[in-house]
């Protein structure tokens, strides 16, 4: 059993869709004392290929949990829960699904005669390093197995948990080809309490980015989501380019807030709750659908265009940055990436 630091023994069963056999439930409190209960599945497969019409420049994910505890309001993965009969609120940050048997799946998989050994992505739904993953440790195996197969890959995350792993990847990006990039939407203390409650300090993601580069691991910075009000402030974005720039970054680059499907829901409905006075602005800003117009995300754009960066590093906000790492591109077709 992978779940060690645990006495409790499971309390249920429960069988979710698109999965044959029940999930082992357990319940324990997540920090900051939130009730959270994780479904231990085996996956039947842990490759996701994506679609060659979708607007991603890589054509295989692993998502190792689906749900995500960190409770970011603008999280375009949210959708996502809705397959599984659970709802894209509360339920994507308190019901989250362990995939237990990643590991050894994916060493099947990779040792397939018709696998290619393209390029893998993590991180392009919910984060692989969500707290959790610091019990159930799926991560260092998957790395391994990448290792072992010689098969590049790259990760996205929020969280420094992943220096944790810091050898392995080395070691990946040694005899394969190895990037990550952390996600920073902003240093100012109170829209990063608001927006995003229960990850890691955006501070200690900096730390991490100078780390992996100083390792020899090329590292970008993702400002995303910039919104409107929230996180898009000259003062509130200049000092990530400035931080971004000491830390070595590769690239910085960043995407503005885009509300597509049940996030539309979720967000206003905090938005309405903690920025009353932005409802108008938004509510005319995503009148005609998911995206902001060209002109605001040309103004957000210019927000990471600052002199604090060298050319190579400078982004745009549609995801176009010079050199971001394949799982750090484009905006998910959400449905398809598990």
């Known amino acids: 059993m992978r779940w060690m630091n645990l006495s409790l023994e ?14 082992v439930v ?13 479904y231990e599945v085996r996956a039947k497969s842990i490759l996701n290929r994506v679609p060659e019409a979708s607007r991603m420049p890589f ?20 959708p996502t829960h809705t397959y599984l009969d659970f709802d894209a609120g509360r339920d994507f940050e308190r019901e989250i699904v362990v995939k237990v048997n990643a590991p050894e799946r994916l ?7 018709s696998w290619r050994g393209e390029h893998v992505a993590l991180g392009t739904n919910t984060d692989p390093y969500q707290w959790v993953e610091g019990r159930y440790r799926l991560m260092p195996e998957i790395w391994q197995a990448m ?43 109170k829209a ?19 780390e992996l580069n100083r390792a ?39 995407i503005a807030l885009h509300l597509r ?13 903690n920025r009353p006075d932005l409802v108008p602005r938004y509510g005319d800003l995503y009148r005609r659908g998911a995206y902001a117009p060209v002109s605001e995300r040309r103004r957000l754009a210019a927000l990471l265009s600052g002199p604090e960066l060298a050319p190579r590093q400078r982004g745009r906000a549609s995801f176009r940055g010079p050199e971001p790492p394949p799982s750090a591109v484009a905006e998910p077709d959400q449905g398809r990436l598990f």
Request: proline share 8%; net charge positive.
């Open 26 to 38: 357990r319940h324990f409190e997540a920090p900051g004392s939130i009730a959270t209960r994780f």
């Open 10 to 23: 499971a309390e249920e069963r429960a069988r979710l869709p698109g999965y044959r056999e029940d999930a």
């Open 216 to 254: 020899g691991i090329r590292t970008g910075v993702l400002v995303a989501p910039l919104m409107p009000g929230i996180n898009d402030a000259p003062e509130q974005v200049e000092p990530i380019l400035a931080r971004a720039a000491e830390a070595g970054a590769v690239y910085v680059t960043g």
């Open 107 to 113: 060493r099947v998989e990779l040792a397939r005669p």
């Open 147 to 189: 290792i072992d197969a010689r098969n590049p890959a790259s990760v996205l995350t929020k969280s420094p948990l992943l220096l944790r792993d810091l050898e392995l990847m080395r070691e990946l990006n040694r005899r394969a080809q190895f990037a990550a990039a952390l996600s920073v939407p902003t240093l100012d203390e």
């Open 59 to 78: 054509r295989w994910t692993i998502n190792p949990y689906r749900g995500c505890s960190h409770a970011c309001v603008f999280c375009f993965a949210r």
């Open 261 to 273: 499907g049940e996030v539309r829901q979720v967000f206003m409905q905090w938005l309405a709750e």
């Open 192 to 210: 990063w309490r608001a927006t995003e409650p229960h990850t890691p300090h955006p501070r200690a993601r900096l730390e991490a980015v100078a």
